[in-house]
């Protein structure tokens, strides 16, 4: 895990703006990368209070020797209008979590999404095409991953949320984006149950409940058919209880941190213009 790093003239610098930072394994798998492609460069966690984000945004433009950034709680959406333009990712979910220096420009970039289906067709059980998915939540990351699945053409997702008006809007937004693909909105609660939907090979929790461990139960988890696929964003702990769960009734498993290690990937291409060192980066987190 240990990376040295050589600071001289040279040295291209990348950050990570979020608050707090100090729990993020971002710079972790960013310094491993750099180091395996032999790139002088070096990925600082840059805590920033949610009212300091527009001087850090100004701080960010006088930087000549600035790589790029990454973007993370609570500032996904908040950078918006701080920036000078946004990708067609970054403007189709209307948050940001890569920043992209473009001459004298910063772009918002968003990989969220992309990491999030790399991460998944690491599995070859999950085709995409034709799939019917649940999405619980509907805050950004449900964003970043209904859209995605949408895009790589799953059949049907039903988002299910707590706040049903908060499930509409993600559904309207991903129904106008891609009207082939059907989507529903159901109540989150704890009598919640998958086995009402037959056809479902993939669930995703994109909520922040797992985080605890003494978060209650999302739903019913003896529902879980042990045909379908459970992924959980969380990647700290590395197993949720909705995950222990899942692989206990015999479902095929992953946690976040494969997405996290491929926006990672991805933002680390766009700054570079090269393929990252992917497996660089999954080493660095020991998976
Ligand atoms: P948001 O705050 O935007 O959304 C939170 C979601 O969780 C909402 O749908 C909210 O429901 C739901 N929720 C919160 N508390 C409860 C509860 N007690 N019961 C039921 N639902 C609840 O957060 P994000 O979307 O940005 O992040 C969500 C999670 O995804 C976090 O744990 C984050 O760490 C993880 N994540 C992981 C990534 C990775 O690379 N692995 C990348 C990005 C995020 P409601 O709308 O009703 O309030």
């Known amino acids: 895990m240990g990376t040295n790093v050589r600071i001289d003239g040279h040295t291209k610098l990348a950050f990570l703006l979020g608050h707090p930072v100090a729990h993020s394994l971002s710079p972790v798998i960013h310094q491993a990368a750099f180091a395996a492609t032999g790139i002088n460069a070096a990925y600082l966690p840059w805590a920033v209070a949610p009212d300091r984000l527009a001087a850090a945004v100004q701080g960010l433009r006088a930087m000549e020797n600035l790589l790029g950034a990454n973007v ?3 500032h996904k959406e908040a950078i918006v209008p701080l920036l000078d333009g946004l990708t067609p990712e970054g403007e189709a979910l209307g948050a940001v979590n890569t920043l992209l220096p473009r001459d004298d420009k910063l772009v918002g970039d ?5 990491g999030f289906l790399a991460a998944l067709r690491e599995d070859p059980g999950c085709e995409t095409a034709g799939l019917i998915a649940v999405v619980l939540g509907a805050g950004g990351a449900a964003r970043a991953v209904a859209m995605s699945l949408a895009r790589a053409g799953a059949r049907q ?11 509409r809007l993600l559904a309207e937004l991903v129904a106008v984006r891609y009207p ?6 159901q109540a989150l609660h704890s009598a919640w149950r998958v086995t009402e939907l037959p056809e479902i090979r993939l669930l995703v929790n994109t909520t922040s409940v797992g985080l605890h461990s003494s978060d209650p139960p999302l739903f ?3 529902s879980l058919p042990a045909q379908i696929m459970v992924c959980d964003l969380i990647y700290n ?6 995950l222990r769960a899942a692989r206990s009734r015999g479902c095929r498993v992953a946690n976040g941190m494969g997405m996290l290690v491929h926006q990672g990937a991805l933002a680390f291409e766009r700054w570079m213009g090269k393929p990252a060192p992917v497996h660089a980066m999954r080493d660095a987190v020991g998976i």
């Not at 702990?237 to 909705?242: I, R």
């Open 110 to 114: 968003n990989t969220d999404g992309a």
């Open 220 to 222: 019913d988890y003896a």
């Open 237 to 242: 702990p590395l197993e949720t209880a909705l």
């Open 180 to 185: 082939a693909c059907e989507v529903t909105v």
């Open 157 to 167: 997702i039903v988002l299910v949320n707590r706040s049903l008006d908060r499930g």
């Open 72 to 74: 993370t709680v609570p």
